[in-house]
């Protein structure tokens, strides 16, 4: 589980120690507050929940500094998809350089396996939001697998 | 339902299959060709996010047999020599499977901005006292279980990779030719300075400019 959960805090705050902070305060979160887990199968996604919030309060606290995709994805040339790890690499390069706002919902959905549902009410986002919020993520990440970026989507993005 | 809100519902979750997609999708082969890019896009996001960042590029050769097969010779091999010898070989030979793991490092010919190469640094407990005008290449690298910089600078005779091995320390200088590239690891401060170029570049000019822009900061973990 503690793999998981460094990987996710890790994609998450991008840098390893960071990662490693967040989820040892997260654990110590989960013991104390471990009697507000009723369903034990639903132990991994709820320690996920506090990895995100961990990593939220740290994101705030210390005001991180982010990293805006657009100018990553202009660097880019199409030499780089010509081979198959290159391809990964990049793709990796591009995830870490999403917006939080696009890789916290993207990551909750691929390695937490929460529904657009579930992103929305851990985000107090509206569905429609993190529907948008999904679909502008992989747009941008299209670019990266030799793939034109698709029209945006004009669904608008309001909090509940 | 419209093209629009196909495209979106699948670019939220290129797996769904909710029933009124897949009515638009029987009369949409536009949609449906969006839909096989997503998924295809969808398995290499996967592929992407099964190891943490960074970390799994060096793991592949750190652990490969031949190192552990060397070990056992080098166990061979008087102690003094071993402790002599030993680290800086591994760290030249590492510093190369690195960068040879990078290649479109060496493409990039158009200068990072001042905040990829802050972003480059951070963490690794660095500053860089140089305008940002030659460097054309700013990553920050897991190596031997650090954050490590990893920049490619523009000289008159071609590029030149520089990493700055906070944590990696070394006795003396020490040149090496290996995997195509020539080099050179220089002692500093507080760890040392790896210049590599696959052609002309100066890497002894390099380290030394390196030697005086790089600042070591006391409190970095």
């Known amino acids: 589980m503690r793999p998981d959960l460094l990987r996710f805090a890790h994609w998450l705050a991008r840098d390893r120690a960071l990662a490693e902070d967040i989820v040892q305060e997260s654990l110590l979160r989960a013991w104390r507050s471990r009697d507000t887990l009723k369903d034990q199968g639903a132990a991994r996604a709820w320690l996920l929940t506090i990895v995100r919030r961990e990593h939220a309060r740290l994101y705030e606290r210390k005001r991180l500094e982010l990293v805006s995709l657009d100018e990553a994805l202009e660097s880019q040339t199409a030499a780089k998809m010509a081979d198959p790890d290159g391809d990964l690499f990049t793709l990796r390069n591009a995830i870490m350089r999403l917006p939080i706002e696009y890789r916290e919902p993207l990551l909750l959905q691929v390695l937490g396996g929460f529904s657009t549902e579930e992103i929305a009410r851990e985000l107090a986002l509206s569905t429609t939001a993190v529907l948008t919020r999904l679909f502008r993520a992989r747009n941008k990440l299209r670019t990266f697998c030799g793939m034109a970026p698709a029209p945006d989507v004009v669904a608008s993005e309001a909090a509940p | ?221």
Not at chain 2, 20 to 35: A, G, I, K, V, Y
Not at chain 2, 113 to 142: F, H, M, N, P
């Open chain 2, 1 to 221: 339902m419209s093209c629009e809100q196909a495209r979106l519902t699948i670019g939220a979750d290129p797996e769904g299959s909710a029933p009124e997609l897949e009515r638009h999708l029987q009369e949409c082969e536009s949609c449906r060709q969006f839909r096989a890019e997503m998924r295809t896009l969808e398995a290499h996001i996967r592929r992407a996010l099964e190891r943490p960042p960074e970390s799994a590029r060096t793991a592949r050769f750190t652990w490969r047999p031949l190192a552990l097969a060397a070990s056992v010779l080098l166990a061979m091999v008087a102690v003094l020599a071993v402790w002599v010898l030993r680290p800086s070989d591994t760290l030249a030979r590492e510093v190369v499977a690195h960068v040879q793991e990078e290649p479109e490092s060496w493409l990039a010919r158009q200068n990072v901005d001042a905040q990829s190469i802050d972003e480059a640094l951070r963490g690794a407990g660095v500053k860089l006292d140089i305008t940002s005008d030659r460097i054309s290449y700013a990553q920050s690298c897991w190596f031997r279980d650090h954050y490590v910089p990893h920049l490619v600078v523009q000289t008159a005779q071609g590029p030149a990779t520089v990493l700055i091995l906070r944590n990696q320390h070394v006795r003396t200088r020490r040149s090496f030719h290996e995997g195509g590239m020539s080099g050179v690891i220089v002692p500093a401060p507080q760890g040392s300075i790896a210049v590599l170029t696959r052609g002309g570049a100066d890497t002894a000019a390099v380290a030394a400019q390196m030697q005086q822009d790089v600042r070591w900061l006391p409190d970095a973990s």
